[in-house]
């Protein structure tokens, strides 16, 4: 047998004689509404080949000492920005006081428009026109070891010394170096303006907190302490009032929705304290077609109380606030899981292919059954009528 005559037998696709066929008007219509199906199923097979679904998967973070960014806009309508200062501190001991690198604080009016952007360093004033022997006071802030090699020839130095003893320093009144100066003027004159506060704070990424709160900051034995005594004593009403502008952890995403942004808290009392306790989740993004970004998602909760002012006992000279501190404070904890939402296809153009199959094959499947039940239904009924 020639080999072209062996191949014959394997034909699974065996052929009728033209001659033997019948074409029918029910044959035809069944075919064109079979071939309309076909494409619209092919269709849709296509358009769910390219959907693209969002597979979130949860896993444990393994990352190790790494840095988060904390990218914050918020604004106090009634606290000067010479008052307001901002500090981050963290379980592992790292301390960030009067944080000013990558923040910018704004002086805001009283009707909210802005009056000038600075980093609100305070100048030496006259200090450079001193005679060059002049060993200016410090007012007994100094340790009795350093009295007569210490000099306090600015009022920042002054500040700084008071600061170390843990006393108070108020407005500068009664200090030559900041009458000179007129920091008490500039004290009084921006009473009544509010502050903006921008920027991104870089912190380890472990359990910490970052606040505002009235004065300038430092650390005695057994606390984290603020001079309060300006902030305390002004005729002008300080409250903290806030509006969070926006407040996210790490680079921003589309995908990730801030609940602090657009938040607004009001209040008429001084000794006002906020706290906002966040737990952080790290996040991956995985797009097609684009990098894959590293970025945290977080949830909060809120707490919001008044407290009552007075003086500590162990330093006299320090204005605190017993049971806290005014201000707004924001607690953060850093969750052990991660997300990973991973952008895919949902189907392979392999299984799109079978699909296409799957459809043509039954698709003519049960058009094929339903010419057959249509052209024997016919053929009964033309014996019928013959009869």
Known sequence: MPPRRRLTTFDAFTKTVEDARVRTTSGGIVTIVAALVIVALIVSEWVDCRRIVNRPELIVDKTRGE?????????????????LTLDVMDVSGEQQTEVTHGITKTRLAQDGTVIASDKLELASGNAVHLEKDYCGPCYGAIPKEQEGTRCCNTC???????????????????VEQCERENYPERIQAVQHEGCNVAGSLFVNKVVGNFHFAPGKS???PNMHVHDLNIYEQSEVLHTFSHNIKHLSFGPVHDSVHN????????????????????KVVSTRFERLGQLALDTNQYSVTSHERAIRGGRDEDHPNTMHARGGIPGV???????????????????????????????????????????????????????????
């Open 259 to 278: 609940p602090l942004d657009n938040t607004i808290k009001k209040t008429e009392e001084r000794n006002f304290n906020y706290m906002y306790f966040i």
């Open 156 to 174: 920042d130095e002054v500040r700084l010394a008071y600061q170390e003893v843990g006393w108070a320093f108020g407005d500068g009144h009664g």
């Open 67 to 83: 840095r988060m960014s904390i990218n914050l806009d918020i604004t106090f309508p009634t606290v000067p920005c010479e008052l």
């Open 329 to 387: 404070f924001f607690s953060y904890d850093i969750s052990p899981m991660k997300v990973i939402n991973r952008e895919e296809r949902s189907k392979s153009f392999g299984s799109f292919l079978i699909g296409v199959c799957a459809v043509v094959g039954g698709v003519l499947a049960v058009a094929a059954v339903i010419d057959r039940g249509v052209w024997e239904a016919d053929k009964a009924l033309s014996r019928k009528k013959a009869v």
């Open 218 to 220: 430092f650390t005695s």
